[in-house]
């Protein structure tokens, strides 16, 4: 599968989005890349997948699709996660903008919400398998309330991959407290933004804040040839799902693996070190040596169950990795 180039952006100081309109109302599709400026797997999905609408080799038959396919430019052009801060936490406009990701926010957030369904694709620093993450059940709380979570879980169920991960924003609030409780107890300052529970709000918690659903797409490692083709085949698949595109039936996964997140583990100095390169979702088991904390206190397994997201070169006071649980022997996704 070819792919068009990745452009240059000579100064990351204004936001491009592409947009296709129906002459049918439909659902309102918007795809997004590089939210993490090193994550260009989907930016190339969704280059190809604008130049097909372009030659007319694709055809909107409803609704509308909007196309970004470099959410983050200043990340972008300097070939890193983040520009000034992780653009996928604290996600929120803001009067008050101070560093470039609460530009984006100004941009990005309000353009969320013209739209329905976010597919957000992002790739992965270390592991080999893709999948994607869903939000969480219906509920009336007062963190995430929804009531998408049916066709939320089906469009997971469309992109292709058998693996899906949950309870992000849940245990994100459950790790700030820790945090905070952590900082109390050791009489250290506050660390700021990410002792604020509203921290975990990134991209697909701003969508279903303003009434939408959304999934976020892991494609693979960051530089895995397949990840651009993994990507443009969940864009097709979701055009197709939602009738945006004419073109077969998208069959759904009827088998899958579910894990959910339930423990975030913060680095308490920046060099706290794992004892070794782990990936996502390798198996860990209760007691097992994690890390060593740069003071020399070890950190264990707090119960048997899969590493996600380990974050090696992450500062004190943020994530450094996240415990998750299966739940495929429940059976539902
Ligand atoms: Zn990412």
Same mark, same amino acid.
């Given at each position: 599968?070819?792919?068009?180039?990745?452009?240059?952006?000579?100064?990351?100081?204004?936001?491009?989005?592409?947009?296709?309109?129906?002459?049918?109302?439909?659902?309102?599709?918007?795809?997004? /890349?590089?939210?993490?400026?090193?994550?260009?797997?989907?930016?190339?999905?969704?280059?190809?997948?604008?130049?097909?609408?372009? #030659?007319?080799?694709?055809?909107?038959?409803?609704?509308?699709?909007?196309?970004?396919?470099?959410?983050?430019?200043?990340?972008?052009?300097?070939?890193?996660?983040?520009?000034?801060?992780?653009?996928?936490?604290?996600?929120?406009?803001?009067?008050?903008?101070?560093?470039?990701?609460?530009?984006?926010?100004?941009?990005? &957030?309000?353009?969320?919400?013209?739209?329905?369904?976010?597919?957000?694709?992002?790739?992965?620093?270390?592991?080999?398998?893709?999948?994607?993450?869903? /939000?969480?059940?219906?509920? #009336?709380?007062?963190?995430?309330?929804?009531?998408?979570?049916?066709?939320?879980?089906?469009?997971?169920?469309?992109?292709?991959?058998?693996?899906?991960?949950?309870?992000?924003?849940?245990?994100?609030?459950?790790?700030?407290?820790?945090?905070?409780?952590?900082?109390?107890?050791?009489?250290?300052?506050?660390?700021?933004?990410?002792?604020?529970?509203?921290?975990?709000?990134?991209?697909?918690?701003?969508?279903?804040?303003?009434?939408?659903?959304?999934?976020?797409?892991? &494609?693979?490692?960051?530089?895995?040839?397949?990840?651009?083709?993994?990507?443009?085949?969940?864009?097709? #698949?979701?055009?197709?799902?939602?009738?945006?595109?004419?073109?077969?039936?998208?069959?759904?996964?009827?088998?899958?693996?579910?894990?959910?997140?339930?423990?975030?583990?913060?680095?308490?100095?920046?060099? !706290?070190?794992? &004892?070794?390169?782990?990936?996502?979702?390798?198996?860990?088991?209760?007691?097992?040596?994690?890390?060593? #904390?740069? /003071?020399?206190?070890?950190?264990?397994?707090?119960? !048997?169950?899969?590493?996600?997201?380990?974050?090696?070169?992450?500062?004190?006071?943020?994530?450094?990795?996240?415990?998750?649980?299966?739940?495929?022997?429940?059976?539902?996704?």
């Amino acid at each position: 599968m070819q792919f068009p180039a990745l452009p240059e952006i000579p100064h990351p100081l204004q936001f491009k989005s592409v947009t296709f309109t129906a002459l049918k109302p439909g659902p309102k599709l918007i795809v997004l /890349g590089a939210v993490h400026g090193n994550e260009v797997s989907g930016s190339k999905a969704i280059l190809k997948v604008i130049g097909e609408f372009e #030659r007319g080799e694709l055809l909107l038959s409803t609704g509308q699709v909007t196309l970004v396919p470099i959410t983050n430019p200043l990340a972008y052009n300097r070939r890193q996660r983040n520009g000034d801060r992780n653009l996928n936490r604290n996600l929120t406009p803001t009067n008050t903008p101070v560093d470039f990701e609460d530009h984006v926010a100004n941009w990005l &957030c309000p353009l969320l919400a013209q739209h329905d369904v976010l597919l957000d694709i992002h790739s992965f620093q270390k592991g080999e398998v893709p999948f994607a993450l869903f /939000g969480p059940e219906n509920n #009336r709380g007062t963190l995430q309330p929804f009531v998408h979570a049916r066709a939320e879980r089906e469009l997971a169920r469309c992109l292709g991959v058998t693996r899906f991960v949950d309870g992000w924003l849940e245990t994100y609030a459950k790790g700030v407290e820790n945090r905070v409780a952590y900082l109390k107890a050791n009489q250290l300052p506050d660390a700021g933004l990410n002792t604020d529970p509203r921290y975990g709000m990134g991209t697909t918690e701003c969508m279903r804040s303003s009434g939408g659903y959304a999934v976020t797409l892991e &494609c693979g490692q960051h530089e895995a040839p397949t990840g651009p083709a993994v990507a443009y085949d969940a864009i097709d #698949r979701t055009l197709r799902h939602l009738g945006l595109v004419e073109g077969a039936p998208v069959e759904l996964v009827q088998q899958w693996q579910r894990l959910t997140l339930v423990e975030v583990i913060d680095k308490q100095d920046d060099r !706290d070190e794992f &004892c070794r390169a782990w990936s996502s979702f390798d198996e860990i088991r209760k007691g097992e040596l994690i890390g060593i #904390r740069h /003071g020399g206190q070890e950190v264990r397994a707090p119960r !048997d169950g899969f590493i996600v997201f380990p974050n090696s070169t992450s500062k004190a006071g943020q994530e450094w990795f996240y415990v998750a649980i299966d739940q495929s022997a429940l059976g539902c996704a």
